[in-house]
């Protein structure tokens, strides 16, 4: 399988994370999003809307992170990252869809701004982040993991722009409970970093 990939991109970092944990093989294909790769009519054809990451598996092709996630804990043996159960899968993707909301207009945006000067507006991305964090903390101070009592993807979508947020100016320091879930995180058997010393 071939993952288009950023190295920076917390969303194609949960998919590279997810792949080290559960040792799924993974061909690692980058795109140079500041030259405008991912603008050129072959990338265009992968993904219309010019986005990574992309998996590529055989003749099947899927954008979205989330998505990857769902269609690659799908196909292992072990379906401990995302049973076959309809109760336990809606307990997940409400997991997901945080990762996809809240996250991407709040933690992920700030680091967008801080880091990489995207014209995005800060009072908002904290507006979503002070409401977010609170409540993310909260749900981890009564469980280790976000779903299901055990590490499911619902961990890997979340991790990355929540681990990362300092990067966006964000204090972590009054969710302690947050950062001990960072530590099971990173304690995890295959546990990769996104980059040097920005994760763990």
């Keep these: 399988m071939l993952l288009y990939d950023l190295d920076v991109s917390g969303n194609c970092y949960k998919i ?25 009519p072959d990338f265009r054809k ?9 998996l590529v598996d055989g003749d099947f092709t899927l954008r979205d992170s989330q998505a ?14 995302w049973p076959e159960d309809a109760m336990s899968q809606a307990t997940i993707t409400q ?16 680091r967008l701004i801080r880091k990489f000067g995207y014209p995005l507006d ?16 909260a ?13 499911t993807i619902a961990d890997c979508a979340l991790f990355p722009y929540l681990a990362l947020a300092p990067e966006g100016g964000i204090d972590l320091a009054p969710y302690p409970a947050l950062g001990r879930w960072f530590d099971r995180v990173g304690n995890l058997p295959g546990f990769i970093p996104i980059h040097a010393g920005s994760v763990k």
């Design 16 to 40: 590279r994370l997810f792949a080290a944990l559960t040792r799924t093989k993974l061909d690692l294909v980058p795109v140079d999003l500041a030259s405008g790769q991912n603008h050129d």
């Design 46 to 54: 992968l993904n219309p809307f010019g986005e990574v990451p992309v």
């Design 68 to 81: 990857i996630l769902v269609y690659l804990a799908g196909r292992l043996a072990d379906r401990a990252w």
């Design 95 to 110: 997991w997901l869809s945080v990762a996809s909301s809240e996250v991407r207009n709040g933690p992920n945006a700030a």
């Design 122 to 137: 800060m009072g908002t991305a904290m507006r979503w982040t002070d409401k977010l964090l609170p409540l993310l903390n």
């Design 139 to 151: 749900h981890v101070e009564t469980q280790d993991w976000f779903a299901l009592n055990r590490p």
